[in-house]
């Protein structure tokens, strides 16, 4: 298995645009994650799937992030519209079953808003 | 006040020179304490799980254990190869599957 798969790898976006980053996890694995990752607050968890339902988005920051996962293979992260403050690297993991097995980590998307 | 901490921010080892990072956690009813390596530009690499105070694991040259408030990884003669953030995230009951993490603890082995 190639691993979980993020595109893309960067982006730099003018603020006010819409960003959208993708993740395919790995086959089989049925909990996806997004996370971010900054240097002041370092991983933080947005949203986590089960079996591609929403099961926590308390830490999507606020309404202009959203997140769909249609299948089981594949997620995307939306950012709309796009602020300064929101550079940051994006991860994406997954896992089987939940949170007590870990999780596989994509490379991420670094992102940055001018 | 953080869930996870993990000290030191930053660590600089001579090759051989072996030592501890700290992960100490505040959460009631853990669910499971895991350790995950990263090396710059890439995704978090998982290392290990600790489920319960006395558990102990070994990969190479990385040893963590587990107490009911903190975690130890030891890295015992440690080689240039071993630099990377070392990251620590906690699991607990109530926690809604939220998996927090510790800032990390950048380890650097000079040779």
């Known amino acids: 298995d190639a691993g979980v798969i993020q595109s893309p790898r960067h982006e730099v976006t003018e603020m006010g645009q819409e960003v959208t980053l993708r993740c395919k996890p790995i086959?089989?694995?049925?909990?996806l994650f997004w996370y971010r990752q900054t240097m002041m607050r370092g991983l933080e968890l947005l949203i986590y799937?089960?079996?591609?339902?929403?099961?926590?988005d308390s830490g999507m920051p606020e309404d202009r992030f959203s997140a769909k996962m249609p299948n089981a293979s594949f997620s995307t992260l939306k950012i709309q519209p796009s602020e300064p403050r929101d550079s940051a690297v994006y991860f994406c993991?997954?896992?089987?079953?939940?949170?007590?097995?870990?999780?596989?980590f994509g490379q991420g998307t670094r992102l940055t808003v001018v | 006040e953080d869930q996870v901490t993990q000290s030191p921010e930053a660590l600089r080892l001579q090759e051989g020179e072996s030592s501890s990072l700290n992960c100490s956690y505040t959460?009631?009813?853990?669910?499971?304490l895991f350790w995950y390596r990263q090396d710059p530009g890439k995704g978090p690499e998982f290392l290990f799980t600790?489920?319960?105070a006395g558990e102990e694991k070994e990969k190479e040259r990385l040893k963590a254990t587990l107490t009911k408030k903190e975690s130890f990884l030891h890295i015992t003669a440690p080689k240039p190869e071993d630099s990377a953030t070392y990251l620590c995230?906690?699991?607990?009951?109530?926690?809604?599957?939220?998996?927090?993490f510790g800032k990390g603890t950048k380890l650097t082995v000079n040779p």
């Open positions: 993991a997954s896992s089987f079953v939940g949170l007590n097995t870990e999780a596989f």
């Open positions: 086959s089989g694995h049925n909990s």
């Open positions: 959460v009631s009813g853990l669910r499971g």
């Open positions: 995230a906690v699991a607990w009951q109530g926690g809604s599957e939220k998996l927090v």
């Open positions: 600790l489920y319960s």
């Open positions: 799937f089960n079996n591609n339902v929403p099961i926590d």
